[in-house]
């Protein structure tokens, strides 16, 4: 992509001019292992009933702006009221949006880093200050020092599992967070799917009126291609969501999918049991190279974090020799020497291991 030069970035918001377009370094390979999609794709039973919704759907016609009938089918799913529900174009429409409503000068975000990137971009995009409060060794975070922050922030985010290291946030933190911040609290829980059963925090929703909890089908439900997402809210918090979104930014085919997904949500378990089982035979597996100096952390989502010796290289090799793509974090601060791997079919999983191990000896 073209740099933004030096005559444009004078006529930006200078808030906006002092960033770069946001680069997921992705390359044409063989085995995408990067972006922690679901390589299982669409079950088969579920595809011709996608196909039939995509096709039948109303190219012609604006969308519903708030998605009515998939709004319902959210909400029955959840157990919470229609009111409680908004849908976007996939979770990061979804976080921007609470920092349109709740951001800019004088509304602090209190982030735990490292965390999803995106937070503090769209932070900085719209003048919002950051408070961070850095992850304890082991990526273990910080919940005494959240608490004290929270309680002058109008947005608190955290990630449970938290993306790139695996970890799920303490339930009892989230209260904590709950009792202490006068403004919102939200949970990301992109991942929750994969993580153990009674690990999401929506059912404090009736109990926290300043609690929000997002949800994506990118992840589980293999609609990564689609960008759909959700937030779990009280209805007053939906409202200002639906205030300042774009009116049709959920297509009529975006819907479509979606509602076949809440539809047949069953159809994808055994690909999410899948993941679940072979992220615990991957990370034995790169156990077994610690002796090469691998470490890897354990994990409630569909990727590994995983620290390797010259990390950057090594990323680089099994792109450029092996045809595998994996995710560097090594130049992020907190995560030097890190990869993310998302967790594939069995036999891309084997293959990656297997690249490691040979590249750490030297082959």
Not at 264 to 275: E, K, T, V, Y
Request: hydrophobic share 45%; with cysteine; charged share 20%.
């Amino acid at each position: 992509m073209t740099g933004i030069t030096p005559e444009v970035r004078a006529l930006m918001r200078p808030s906006a001019a002092a960033l770069e377009p946001y680069d997921p370094a992705f390359s044409p390979v063989d085995v995408i292992l990067s972006a922690n999609e679901n390589n299982y794709g669409i079950p088969p039973e579920v595809a011709p009933a996608l196909a039939k919704a995509v096709t039948d759907a109303a190219w012609n016609r604006y969308p519903v702006p708030l998605c009515g009938e998939l709004r319902e089918k959210i909400a029955a799913w959840h157990g919470v009221a229609p009111e409680q529900v908004i849908v976007g174009n996939g979770g990061d429409e979804l976080l921007f949006n609470f920092f349109l409503a709740f951001g800019g000068a004088g509304h602090a975000l209190v982030s735990c880093p490292p965390t999803f990137s995106v937070y503090g971009l769209y932070a900085s995009m719209v003048e919002t200050p950051v408070v961070e409060v850095p992850r304890e060794k082991g990526f273990a975070p910080n919940v005494d020092a959240l608490v004290e922050a929270a309680r002058t922030a109008t947005l608190v985010v955290v990630t449970s599992p938290n993306n790139p290291t695996g970890d799920l946030f303490p339930r009892e933190g989230v209260r904590r967070l709950c009792e202490a911040c006068p403004g919102i609290v939200l949970v990301d829980e992109a991942y929750i799917e994969f993580a153990d059963p009674g690990s999401s925090v929506e059912d404090m929703l009736g109990e926290y009126q300043n609690l929000a909890v997002l949800h994506t089908f990118s992840k589980a439900f293999a609609l990564a291609g689609a960008r759909m997402g959700y937030v779990l809210a009280s209805p007053a918090v939906v409202a200002a969501l639906a205030a300042v979104r774009q009116p049709y930014s959920v297509s009529v085919l975006d819907q479509a999918a979606a509602l076949v997904a809440v539809t047949h949500r069953d159809a994808f378990q055994p690909a999410i049991q899948a993941i679940r089982q072979d992220r615990g035979r991957l990370s034995k597996m790169l156990d077994v190279l610690a002796p090469l100096g691998v470490y890897v952390w354990p994990s409630q989502a569909n990727f590994l974090c995983v620290r390797v010796p010259h990390a950057h290289d090594v990323w680089r090799r099994l792109r450029d020799e092996r045809s595998i793509l994996v995710r560097d974090f090594s130049f992020t601060p907190g995560l030097e020497g890190c990869l993310r791997i998302t967790v594939g079919k069995p036999e891309e999983n084997d293959l990656v291991v297997a690249a490691l191990k040979s590249i750490l000896k030297g082959e």
